[in-house]
């Protein structure tokens, strides 16, 4: 699919706008044809494991490969305190926030609305782990526009730790996850 974005670019918008697209149309030919099948959802199901054992990795190796590793390594500093420090204090924040939050205010949401226009509302109840779980997926920052719009030759210092600071933080998000997933 990149070589046909590289190839035909977009004639409105970015390639990856083009990419979700062409995968929500694929998508849609394929329940079509294959219909409502549970086997088939089953067969589809996303798998946690399969994602963070072999879709992941390789991701990450490309990424540390192709990344220009003097100029990475000279910033080794910046780069672990935005992505060790902040993604542990994002975590930390997001977790005692949400903490206070829920445990102090009465949140409610809407659950169905019946066939007379009523509203049916729910309390927002979390218990500490999936709320450990939730905020641990908060505390990873996507970087991906920010390192699209950095250019490595203009600003090499400021790419560099945008790219190490978002492998990091990824990684570190991951961690945190599996560490609170594992108890």
């Given at each position: 699919m990149e070589a046909l974005n590289h190839k035909y670019k977009p004639v409105i918008g970015h390639e990856t706008c083009a990419t979700i697209i062409v995968?929500?149309?694929?998508c849609v030919i394929f329940y079509m044809y294959a219909g409502p099948n549970p086997a088939t959802i089953e067969m589809y199901s996303f798998s946690q494991s399969a994602f963070?054992?072999?879709?992941?990795?390789?991701?990450?190796?490309?990424s540390g490969f192709n990344m220009r590793r003097r100029s990475f390594f000279s910033n080794l500093g910046n780069v672990m305190i935005f992505g060790l420090g902040v993604t542990f204090f994002c975590f930390v924040f997001y977790s005692v926030s949400s903490y206070f939050v829920l445990s102090n205010f009465d949140l409610?949401?809407?659950k169905y609305v019946t066939e007379d226009g009523i509203p049916v509302t729910q309390k927002v109840e979390l218990s500490i782990m999936s709320m450990l779980l939730f905020t641990s997926?908060?505390?990873?920052s996507d970087v991906v526009a920010a390192v699209s719009?950095?250019?490595f030759n203009a600003q090499p210092k400021l790419y560099s730790c945008i790219f190490g600071e978002g492998v990091t933080n990824d990684i570190v998000s991951i961690i945190i996850?599996?560490?609170?997933?594992?108890l």
């Open positions: 995968g929500i149309v694929f963070f054992d072999f879709l992941l990795p390789p991701i990450i190796y490309n409610t949401m809407t997926l908060l505390c990873s719009i950095v250019d996850f599996n560490a609170i997933l594992s």
